[in-house]
């Protein structure tokens, strides 16, 4: 298929490896994303250049939209984006880089041709994560939790807030764990985000900052990135009750409900404006948004617009979550769930943001039909991505390239696990559990080595190992006791509205609160609870 930007006659993916199978000629990979200003520019001034056409010629050129193609990704990323790899037939790495300039490109063709010449596809190779994928399992512990939140407190930087040292991300994860277990580290993070990566003018954030002390922002913004600082500021808005952190969280939300709404559901992302002229409003031009529903990020912003509601009554939030929830559920098919309409499905990330989704639309709404989809989720899930040593691939083991490899990503198990925790208790079903404690047991053998980036699978073994709150509300969802429920300051608390049981009883571990009739007794019986756990 031509594209006009480089007038280089892209492949698809399959397309692309049965050309270079068919002439034995290697396939130079360009991965890129429409968000990506990097990208836009190497295709129009490296890949549009003549002679670089005219060099690939004895090459089969393939282009993939890495959010529409997250395996590919995954398996190809030479550590941004752009990504120029080069390939066997069979899809192994001969060599590969990230953006490069017209003299880059060709200096590596030449190269890439000559090893070609000489070798063959002997001279590809199979990356280790996918060649030994057996993952690091162990035996999962409360110190996991410990040394994780250990590692973080080395890792934070005092003087600028944020985990590590340049480039900055935001990770709302990390933040999240941070807010049950060290709030200043979280507070201060919170801060930097929100003063350097925040958009004051239209709302939302970007997507990270170049230096440690967050200059040089990169301005593309991702709707799951927004999503999940959306939830992250919201929740601690529970914990803190700020009210400059309620804000911000309602920016966010406005942002995707304005922005980034195609009209049924959350688009995938808006690349930065012209030039990066992100100076006055007068400046915005209106950067192009990419409205492809992508199912993963929709469920993050489901799931985010519903922990903002329950928090705050917000009922544009609801509404705006319930017609997301719609159009997530057509992507749907027995469990199984689409990347995008017409796109690859049961990639292990959208099974495990949808299941999340689902489980908060049943805490928050109390929808028995979200639980009911939820399960076959779950169960669909386990089904066919689980191995028998517990682990979860990231999708089916099938595929051109390195597809057919399968690959064990930590942060994305997880997820799962979380939405598993939540689902055991909301279908009352242990089978859920024990899929989340094979997730994660899978990993703990590299439990000592985890950095910051990953306190997602720390609040998922706290969550598992650990005894976390329940409140069971005898009372339908929207009801004064469920929102009080829902405003208990733990983000991490599962809340069960329309309970069989009388007022709302909470629980942690095997100890279990008399029931509470009123908010006031609910919040004294969890304080009680909670601090009974604090002593022993």
Known sequence: MDDARSAIEWHSWEEGFAAARERDVPVVLFLSATWCADCAEMEEKTFGNPQIRANLEEFVPVKVDADRRPRVRDRYNMGGFPSVVFCTPDGEILTGATQLGIEGLRSVLERVRGVWSDRGSEAGRIPRA????????GTLEAGIEGSLLGRLEAAFDDEYGGWGDAPKFPMPRTIEFALKRDRAAARRTLEA???????????????YAENRDWSEISHEKLTDENAALCRAFANAYLATGEEAYRET??????????????????????APGPDDSYGAPEDRTGPPVDETVYAGRNALAIEALLTYHAYTDDAEAKRFAERALGALEELIDGGSVAHHSGGDRDALADQARTLRALTTAREVLGSEAALETAQEVADYTIETLQDDNGAFRDGPAAGEGLLSYPLYPIDTAAELADGLLDLAVLADDEEYREAARGALSAFAGAGDRMGPQLAGYGTAVSRLVGEPL???VGEPAGSDLHRAALRIADHEAVIVPGADCEGAVASAGKRTAEPAPSPVDLERAVSALVGAGAAE
């Open 470 to 472: 329940v409140i069971r």
């Open 249 to 270: 969280a309602g920016r966010t939300a406005k942002y995707l409900t304005t922005t980034l709404w195609t009209g049924e559901a959350f688009a995938g992302s808006q």
């Open 130 to 137: 996918l060649r030994d994928s057996e993952p690091p399992a």
């Open 193 to 207: 985000v929100r003063t350097h990566l925040h958009d004051d003018y239209e709302g939302g954030f970007f997507r």
